[in-house]
């Protein structure tokens, strides 16, 4: 073999297996925990769409009940088995909007055993921050405080949604990310919620 097509073989070889390499970092996988809120419009899906357009590849699972908080999923089992045996980049944790004291202890309590067993398999704990229904609208602030204290304290990854969409209300006085039922989001609240999750998750891989 010549010398100038044995660098050449050598050169593009050295391509496709540095592009793997990228190819493998962007590569992750998340597990959704959550209510409907996160089944809601798919949005495990639409994040997966959303993090595609950033050269990022997700692969998901998604464990989500109608009206469950997070202890209700630790209570079943099911979510410790998948984290444990499936390796995941990022669990994403989400409950209702937890503006009052119970919903507060158990973003900080029953975190804090997600948080250990993430710990054991090298995976990143994240707080999907919803928002109160527009009925409750006035306790906005206790949501956001309280998403906020539980990620601190757990030294987990704050996905602060609820407070993106509470920036774009009360500068436009326009509640367009809420359905008809004034709580569950619309598409566009979905899609918003999308970005800001993939925003905040892989602003350090672009």
């Known amino acids: ?31 959704f925990i959550g209510n409907s ?35 209700d999923h630790w209570a079943e089992g099911k979510v410790q088995k998948l984290i444990t045996k499936k390796k995941f980049d990022y669990v ?14 158990m973003l900080i309590d029953s975190g804090k055993d997600y948080k250990q067993l993430c710990d054991k398999t090298n995976t990143k704990l994240c707080y999907y921050m919803v928002w109160p229904s527009r009925t409750y609208y006035h306790t906005y602030d206790g949501v956001i405080k309280n998403h906020r204290d539980a990620a601190q304290l757990n030294d987990a990854i704050l996905l602060p949604v609820g407070e993106v969409w509470k920036a ?22 979905s899609k918003v919620a999308a970005r800001v999750i993939v925003e905040y998750l892989f602003k350090d891989k672009k």
């Open 92 to 105: 994403i944790l989400q409950q209702g909007p937890s503006s009052q004291n119970e919903g507060r202890q």
């Open 37 to 71: 809120l996160t089944y809601y419009n798919n949005l495990p899906e639409l994040v997966k769409q959303n993090a595609k357009e950033q050269d990022v590849r997700v692969k998901y699972e998604m464990v989500a009940k109608p009206n469950y908080a997070i202890v």
């Open 168 to 189: 774009y209300f009360d500068r436009t006085d326009n509640f367009q990310y809420y359905g008809p039922d004034g709580f569950h989001p619309s598409l566009l609240g």
């Open 1 to 31: 073999m010549h010398r100038i097509t044995f660098l050449i073989l050598v050169f593009v070889g050295t391509i496709s297996f540095g592009q793997k390499n990228i190819d493998q970092k962007k590569t992750v996988s998340i597990l």
